[in-house]
């Protein structure tokens, strides 16, 4: 058995970063193009504020151009009338390019949204090419049905790809959540165009050029770069997309349904915010395993996690015990170099972010909650984005750190005196995407569960994850779910053939 080459030190990385090729054109057709206009807007790199590249800043007629390239190939079927197994094998051929190029891509994944290269590596990488795979694996093990129809007919019931499909993604996880979209419609059939959040393209465009090489035909697969109110919004208007799938914030998810009804109709998946409540509660076994998971829960990935655990809600007998481990956990998440393997916090997505949770910690203050540790911006000599891990105690549910997506490492602690009063603050949101629950009590466990308003309910654990999965929202955190085979229903039309049998 060989052992793998040992990961890079920080220095490498550096040197790796200013020998890297970055890939900045848009990808139409197979190939790279400058936006129509010719205008190019900067990838910054939170880092250390520097412009990684200058990057095709498509409008509505690159868009455009796409949509065309993609409707192109769905009609002609080159990857539509393939045999399932034949895209499974060049499904297959892309995840293993991911693979083989994956210090490249986590380095640029770091680069251009700041998240620590440990975690690149560990989980993005990774988690991208098991959805690939996953879904090139299901996709020719997926079975129609015959309908229960009285003996004179015969009616299948079968599933066929909905057409050209419009992704649209946010910069927190730029390829897990690009791949969440991108491999099951590809899997059944359609043709993508994706649009990147303009915080984090790179990655995207460089996917689209390593799935052309593993051979996914022209047209297949486009990535148009740019802002979302014009690229993102043409996408959602294009009269010849046949459905969009958007993942971000729940004020942007609500323009993609007003765009459909503008427009053709077309198919809308959300998956949008959250404000998840992690309940401790009094029978809970073990208080220090729950400030853990509270503690990654809300300071992993900078906090900029749909799911990230932004109101801890404790059961006053617990209290102290998950307080005093879990200001332990916010002192040793203090950010550093997102290029040093060790960082386990890096930097913000860019500046406007860094003001926007900085303005959420001043409201706060202004609220009346106890800021306990954090609250200020750091690391500011190197010109970077960094904001210190952030715990406000004596929070109620109606102030606006409890009521809003902060997408930052700032945490808010409510106190309750029971189950009861733990679910009713727990479900008194706009939002219902995860929710978690830590007792040893059976009973009380499967009670809570039931009661919580969530797509996801984590009990005795947080964010646990698998693409085996459905995931995604209640209320306002979204329609529709991503992984799982489920998430075959958004990308496909069913279809009912009715035989008259003489
Ligand atoms: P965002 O809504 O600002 O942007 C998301 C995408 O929409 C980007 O590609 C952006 O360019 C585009 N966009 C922005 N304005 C648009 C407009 N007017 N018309 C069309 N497109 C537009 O969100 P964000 O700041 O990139 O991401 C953070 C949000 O994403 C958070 O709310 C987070 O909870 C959510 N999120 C949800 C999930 C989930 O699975 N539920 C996962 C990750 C992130």
């Known amino acids: 058995m060989t052992t793998p080459p040992p990961a890079p030190a920080s220095a490498d990385w550096r040197a790796r970063a200013r020998g890297l090729r970055i890939r900045s054109r848009a990808f139409i057709d197979g190939r790279f193009v400058d936006a129509v206009s010719g205008r190019?807007?900067?990838?910054?790199?939170?880092?250390?504020?520097?412009?990684?590249?200058?990057?095709?800043?498509?409008?509505?007629?690159?868009?455009?151009?796409?949509?065309?390239?993609?409707?192109?190939?769905?009609?002609?079927?080159?990857?539509?009338?393939?045999?399932?197994?034949?895209?499974?094998?060049?499904?297959?051929?892309?995840?293993?390019?991911?693979?083989?190029?994956?210090?490249?891509?986590?380095?640029?994944?770091?680069?251009?949204m700041g998240k620590p290269i440990a975690d690149s590596l560990a989980v993005d990488v990774p988690a991208t090419v098991r959805c690939y795979r996953w879904y090139a694996e299901a996709i020719d093990k997926v079975y129609g049905e015959i309908a229960p129809t009285a003996p004179d007919s015969l009616a299948l019931v079968t599933r066929e790809p909905l057409g050209v499909v419009g992704a649209v993604v946010p910069w927190n996880f730029p390829m897990i959540m690009a791949a969440w979209k991108v491999a099951p419609a590809l899997a059944a059939g359609n043709s993508v165009v994706l649009k990147p959040a303009e915080q984090s393209p790179l990655t995207a465009l460089r996917l689209a050029e390593l799935a052309a090489e593993a051979g996914i035909p022209d047209g297949v697969f486009n990535v148009v770069p740019g802002f979302g109110p014009v690229a993102g919004k043409a996408l959602g208007l294009h009269p010849d997309v046949d459905g969009v799938f958007f993942t971000g914030s729940t004020e942007t998810g609500k323009l993609f349904l007003q765009y459909s009804g503008q427009s053709n109709m077309k198919r809308v998946g959300l998956e949008c915010g959250g404000k998840t409540p992690h309940i401790v509660l009094d029978g809970c076994g073990d208080p220090e395993a729950a400030a853990d998971a509270a503690a990654s829960g809300i300071f992993f990935n900078q906090g900029q996690m749909c799911t990230a655990g932004s109101r801890l809600i404790?059961?006053?007998?617990?209290?102290?015990?998950?307080?005093?481990?879990?200001?332990?956990?916010?002192?040793?998440?203090?950010?550093?170099?997102?290029?040093?393997?060790?960082?386990?916090?890096?930097?913000?997505?860019?500046?406007?972010?860094?003001?926007?949770?900085?303005?959420?910690?001043?409201?706060?203050?202004?609220?009346?909650?106890?800021?306990?540790?954090?609250?200020?911006?750091?690391?500011?000599?190197?010109?970077?984005?960094?904001?210190?891990?952030?715990?406000?105690?004596?929070?109620?549910?109606?102030?606006?750190?409890?009521?809003?997506?902060?997408?930052?490492?700032?945490?808010?602690?409510?106190?309750?005196?029971?189950?009861?009063?733990?679910?009713?603050?727990?479900?008194?949101?706009?939002?219902?995407?995860?929710?978690?629950?830590?007792?040893?009590?059976?009973?009380?466990?499967?009670?809570?569960?039931?009661?919580?308003?969530?797509?996801?309910?984590?009990?005795?654990?947080?964010?646990?994850?698998?693409?085996?999965?459905?995931?995604?929202?209640?209320?306002?955190?979204?329609?529709?779910?991503?992984?799982?085979?489920?998430?075959?229903?958004?990308?496909?039309?069913?279809?009912?053939?009715?035989?008259?049998?003489?």
């Open 314 to 502: 404790l059961h006053r007998a617990v209290r102290d015990r998950v307080m005093e481990r879990l200001l332990g956990h916010a002192a040793a998440y203090q950010p550093g170099d997102p290029l040093d393997p060790a960082t386990r916090m890096g930097a913000m997505v860019d500046e406007t972010h860094t003001m926007r949770v900085l303005g959420y910690i001043h409201v706060g203050r202004e609220e009346g909650a106890a800021l306990l540790t954090g609250g200020e911006r750091v690391r500011r000599e190197t010109g970077g984005c960094y904001v210190q891990p952030t715990v406000f105690d004596g929070v109620d549910n109606t102030m606006r750190i409890a009521r809003e997506e902060i997408f930052g490492p700032v945490l808010a602690v409510i106190t309750v005196d029971s189950a009861e009063e733990a679910v009713a603050v727990a479900n008194d949101s706009p939002f219902g995407l995860a929710a978690a629950v830590w007792s040893d009590d059976v009973n009380t466990v499967h009670r809570v569960a039931r009661s919580l308003r969530a797509g996801v309910v984590y009990v005795n654990c947080f964010d646990a994850d698998d693409i085996t999965t459905p995931f995604g929202g209640f209320k306002q955190s979204g329609i529709g779910r991503d992984k799982s085979l489920h998430a075959l229903d958004k990308y496909t039309e069913l279809k009912t053939t009715w035989m008259r049998l003489r």
């Open 40 to 112: 190019t807007f900067a990838a910054m790199s939170p880092i250390d504020g520097r412009t990684l590249a200058e990057v095709a800043e498509c409008a509505e007629e690159d868009v455009d151009a796409a949509v065309h390239a993609a409707r192109a190939a769905f009609a002609d079927g080159r990857w539509r009338a393939l045999a399932p197994a034949r895209r499974k094998a060049l499904m297959l051929a892309f995840a293993e390019r991911i693979e083989a190029h994956a210090e490249e891509l986590a380095l640029l994944e770091t680069l251009d």
